[in-house]
């Protein structure tokens, strides 16, 4: 019928017939429409190649002024309530504590308990890890988290970009040169991938990330002070691939209780948060890329003290790295 157009929806690797737009409708209302057929809500919606006069859509244009064939293949980004919900929580029985734990006395402890040893053994024989890009030779390793490392998952915003940490591309790039890079975040795999489409990460031409872990890959550990806590045990990955271990590998994280069974391996990076602000101070990924530069020669990460990585300074021949640093501050 003249003046109704027919538009096909792609969104999580379906395709939903939208009936019946009338021409003189707005945006707002093709928004509207979706949301019954796929559960994204409106404001959640981000339609990427609808576009006006080179721009994208705003809610109150004329859906007749886009010149769009009938049948036009609209793509569209965004979550249902329920599925950010699943993805937001944390793991089952795994209760949330403060985010930087005082228990420096006992990591040793829980490091070498042996039920948690058998629980990294249980990861190594089951948990299956998909490869998204070879690993290489002779590279050392890079583990980072997500949510408050990478990316500010709690602020709201119209596009990825506006909660990526400043500089993450340029990171990304510049620790790839010495290092293969795995993502493991606390979540689901599925909420990790779309996260990593949203940044640009997943199909970057200057740098590639090796695998992705999720919460199913980490264990619960019972610490005498805190009770049970969910951490991120770099054993699974040592015990899959020999080429790494604690010499090699080093962990960033916002959460200094995911690195608990690894805590010498583990870098805890300060927190990425209400990006809108803080984003034009955050220097923090340009900083760490400096310091991953300076440490890509060190033979034994073991010989590093990843707390005081700020006053790190490459060791001259014949003199220590801790002397260095004093000297320097002398």
């Given at each position: 019928?003249?003046?109704?157009?027919?538009?096909?929806?792609?969104?999580?690797?379906k395709?939903?017939?939208?009936?019946?737009?009338?021409?003189?409708d707005?945006?707002?209302?093709?928004?509207?429409?979706?949301?019954?057929?796929?559960?994204?809500?409106?404001?959640?919606?981000?339609?990427?190649?609808l576009?006006f006069?080179g721009?994208?859509?705003?809610?109150?244009?004329i859906i007749?002024?886009?010149?769009?064939?009938?049948?036009?293949k609209?793509?569209?980004?965004?979550?249902?309530?329920?599925?950010?919900?699943?993805?937001?929580?944390?793991?089952?029985?795994?209760?949330?504590?403060?985010?930087?734990?005082?228990i420096?006395?006992?990591?040793?402890?829980?490091?070498?308990?042996?039920?948690?040893?058998?629980?990294i053994?249980?990861?190594?024989?089951?948990?299956?890890i998909?490869?998204?890009?070879?690993?290489?030779?002779?590279?050392?390793l890079?583990?980072?988290?997500?949510?408050?490392?990478?990316?500010?998952?709690?602020s709201?915003?119209?596009?990825?970009?506006?909660?990526?940490?400043?500089?993450?591309?340029?990171f990304?790039?510049?620790a790839y040169?010495?290092?293969?890079?795995?993502?493991?975040?606390a979540?689901?795999?599925?909420?990790?991938?779309?996260?990593?489409?949203?940044?640009?990460?997943?199909?970057?031409?200057?740098?590639?990330i090796?695998?992705?872990?999720?919460?199913?890959?980490?264990?619960?550990?019972?610490?005498?002070?805190?009770?049970?806590?969910?951490?991120?045990?770099?054993?699974i990955?040592w015990?899959?691939y020999?080429q790494?271990s604690a010499?090699?590998?080093?962990?960033?994280?916002d959460?200094?209780?995911?690195?608990?069974?690894?805590?010498?391996?583990?870098?805890?990076i300060?927190?990425?948060?209400?990006?809108?602000?803080?984003?034009?101070?955050?220097?923090?990924?340009?900083?760490?890329?400096?310091y991953?530069d300076m440490?890509?020669?060190?033979?034994?990460?073991?010989?590093?003290?990843?707390?005081?990585?700020?006053e790190?300074?490459?060791?001259?021949?014949?003199?220590?790295?801790?002397?260095?640093?004093?000297?320097?501050?002398?």
């Amino acid at each position: 019928m003249e003046g109704e157009l027919r538009i096909v929806v792609k969104w999580s690797g379906k395709e939903y017939d939208i009936l019946d737009i009338q021409v003189e409708d707005t945006v707002l209302t093709l928004k509207e429409r979706i949301h019954k057929e796929t559960g994204v809500r409106p404001e959640r919606q981000k339609l990427l190649n609808l576009k006006f006069k080179g721009k994208a859509a705003q809610d109150e244009d004329i859906i007749g002024k886009l010149n769009l064939k009938p049948g036009f293949k609209l793509m569209l980004m965004g979550s249902r309530e329920e599925d950010i919900a699943e993805v937001s929580q944390a793991p089952e029985n795994v209760p949330d504590v403060i985010n930087d734990l005082d228990i420096e006395e006992e990591e040793v402890e829980i490091e070498k308990a042996e039920i948690n040893l058998r629980k990294i053994q249980i990861r190594i024989d089951r948990y299956v890890i998909t490869e998204l890009n070879p690993l290489r030779e002779g590279k050392k390793l890079l583990v980072l988290d997500i949510d408050y490392t990478l990316f500010d998952h709690r602020s709201v915003a119209e596009s990825g970009s506006q909660l990526m940490r400043p500089y993450l591309h340029e990171f990304l790039t510049r620790a790839y040169k010495n290092y293969d890079i795995v993502i493991w975040s606390a979540t689901s795999m599925r909420w990790i991938n779309e996260k990593m489409k949203l940044l640009g990460v997943s199909n970057h031409p200057n740098y590639k990330i090796a695998f992705h872990l999720d919460v199913l890959a980490m264990i619960t550990v019972h610490t005498p002070k805190y009770g049970v806590v969910g951490v991120k045990p770099l054993g699974i990955i040592w015990g899959k691939y020999k080429q790494f271990s604690a010499k090699n590998t080093i962990m960033f994280d916002d959460i200094r209780r995911n690195f608990i069974m690894n805590p010498q391996s583990g870098l805890r990076i300060k927190p990425f948060k209400h990006a809108h602000t803080s984003r034009v101070k955050d220097f923090e990924l340009l900083k760490l890329s400096r310091y991953l530069d300076m440490i890509a020669d060190v033979d034994d990460f073991q010989t590093l003290n990843h707390r005081k990585w700020e006053e790190y300074k490459p060791k001259k021949s014949g003199q220590s790295n801790e002397q260095t640093s004093s000297s320097e501050k002398s």
